[in-house]
């Protein structure tokens, strides 16, 4: 059995081994605009939320992927923990399906990007990404989120989207400045908007900072009736969540479609039409 200062000589190593490996990048979005649309249609916006688990080139997660893609006909997709190939291969095969990435480390090893993605059959009007101010711990690596803009069909409005994924393995105090760091951004954009993602809520300190968030950014969170399967800590509130403003949910579409195993996390959808705005 190691002693504590063995233990401490193990820990540092393993620290020194993944810092060499892992490390934040300098590239704040890849973008790839292959879009099928010039616009998304406000009477239906199907969307689907998922932690991939790092599978996206895995056989069984792209099989998974494609018969989700063909029974929802998606508009938006909102995935996190996505490798992207520094050779720039397409993590997304998906015929007029665009995508923009934001990476929040790179590992040199398997040289490839991670990150968060967001996918749409319309091509975007602009994106940003937010890294997290504090960093995760062996690693080092921040956490990142991704504002994206999309235009509506006969509409000056536009639908905001922001892809999340939670900062983790920290205090409560870290994950509540990158909530922070969102809200700040996210404080002054007007009209619809739809907030993803995988937040890392697995202790009711977490899952409260984030309710307060967004009840004052006026976002109603989606509920699943099938929430069950969603992952989660023992008794913890699910850690994947989709909140929304100026929409309006499709009376039974939030579903958890069941029998997907490629992902340790579950795919979750919505449709949603878009509120008219007050004259």
Known sequence: ?????????????????????????????????QSSHAAL??????????????????PQWLADFNQLAIQGQLDLMFFQEVRLCWSGQCPLAVQGVGWNFAPNFMDVQSRSYFGVLTASNVRSLWSQSLLSQYAEPIVNTPKVALITAYPLRHSHQKLLTVNIHGINFVSTSKFKAQLHQLEKYLATAHGAMILSGDFNTWNRDRMNLLTRMTTRLGLQ???????????RFWLSDPLDHIFYRGLQEKPGSAIVPPDYSSSDHCPMRVEFSVLPTPA
Do not use: Q, Y
């Open 1 to 33: 059995m190691l002693n504590s200062s063995s233990r401490s000589a193990a820990l540092t190593a393993t620290n020194l081994l993944l810092s060499g490996r892992f490390s934040p990048t300098d590239v704040p979005i890849i973008e790839n605009h």
């Open 41 to 58: 249609d406000p009477t239906s916006i199907k969307v689907l939320n998922w932690n991939i688990a790092k599978n996206n080139e895995h």
């Open 221 to 231: 969170s989606v509920h699943f009736p099938d929430k069950h399967r969603l992952k």
